[in-house]
């Protein structure tokens, strides 16, 4: 089992950047996929980014048009989304989630993830 902890969270104004962390407890962090996802208020969760074990292979959501950047740790056990340009469209709480996988694996639906932190909220300003 996996304990998820964001950060890095804030009030950013548009074209600001942010790097949001996920901490991650336990001494298996290299055998999870991880990946970011966010949900604004009364929108579905939505898919941002993934990552697969050793950090060799990304996937992004469509709307982050290279604006973001997934990346991981697995000596701090930690995974990082970068975030550049930012828009107040991209305001939500951000979330980090792990699955036991196989090693290839980069996972972009919510339902294939098993654990998840507690969120940390972004919020864009115009």
């Known amino acids: 089992q996996v304990q998820l902890v964001e950060s890095g969270g804030g009030l950013v104004q548009a074209g600001g950047s942010l790097r949001l962390s996920c901490a991650a407890s336990g001494r298996t962090f290299s055998s999870y996929a991880m990946g970011w996802f966010r949900q604004a208020p009364g929108k579905e969760r939505e898919f941002v980014a993934a990552?697969?074990?050793?950090?060799?292979?990304?996937y992004y959501g469509d709307f982050v048009k290279g604006r973001f950047t997934i990346s991981r740790d697995n000596v701090k056990n930690t995974v990082y989304l970068q975030m550049n340009s930012l828009k107040p469209e991209d305001t939500a709480v951000y979330y980090c989630?792990?699955?036991?996988?196989?090693?290839?694996?980069?996972?972009?639906?919510?339902?294939?993830?098993?654990?998840w932190g507690q969120g940390t909220q972004v919020t864009g300003s115009s």
């Open positions: 990552i697969n074990r050793n950090g060799g292979r990304t």
């Open positions: 989630a792990a699955d036991l996988v196989s090693p290839q694996s980069v996972l972009s639906h919510p339902v294939s993830y098993d654990y």
